[in-house]
């Protein structure tokens, strides 16, 4: 896969900053999992409409994230009726929100890439079948296997607390 750009940038700042650069992010996100401590936050709808939050160890790969679940988890289960979502992060000087779907990966190149970036990261994932297993996850997590999803974001939203400030909206082709 090669790397999304953005195919609409909106400026949202209300105070005369000029529009965040996609690059900053991105280039935060391509970094993330090198030994930081960086919890994104999944949200997803249950079939009775209510909503869901629940913290995910994300990945930033080709353009796209990554995350994984116990497919008993309420998120699996949730995106299995419902993909449309949300990922929301705090990284270094901007806070961001995708809005987008998630989809399981299957694929066994997809699978081992992202394993590789997990355990660069320091968890021990390895594909199992067409899912991931390891010695220990999130304790709630609950037990192997777990599935890997992709998420794909069609706008992203960034809001900046740090210089150079800003508040700026990125929309992709899905």
Request: proline share 8%; with cysteine; charged share 20%.
């Amino acid at each position: 896969m090669t790397e999304r750009a953005p195919i609409e940038v909106t400026n949202l700042d209300r105070y005369g900053s000029p529009e965040l650069l996609w690059s900053r992010p991105r280039d935060l996100l391509a970094n993330s999992h090198k030994g930081t401590d960086i919890t994104f936050f999944l949200g997803t709808v249950r079939p009775d409409g209510r909503p869901h939050s629940a913290g995910v160890g994300g990945l930033w790969l080709d353009g796209y994230l990554y995350f994984t679940s116990s497919p008993q988890a309420r998120k699996a289960r949730n995106i299995a009726a419902n993909p449309a979502c949300t990922l929301s992060v705090k990284l270094e000087g901007i806070d961001l929100v995708f809005e987008g779907e998630a989809s399981r990966i299957t694929d066994h190149a997809t699978l081992e890439k992202t394993a590789q970036m997990y355990r660069e990261g320091g968890w021990p994932a390895e594909v199992q079948g067409d899912a991931f297993t390891a010695p220990f996850s999130a304790p709630s997590a609950g037990p192997p296997p777990w599935y890997v999803y992709r998420f794909t974001f069609h706008t992203v939203f960034g809001v900046a607390t740090a210089e150079p400030s800003g508040a700026t909206r990125w929309r992709f082709d899905g």
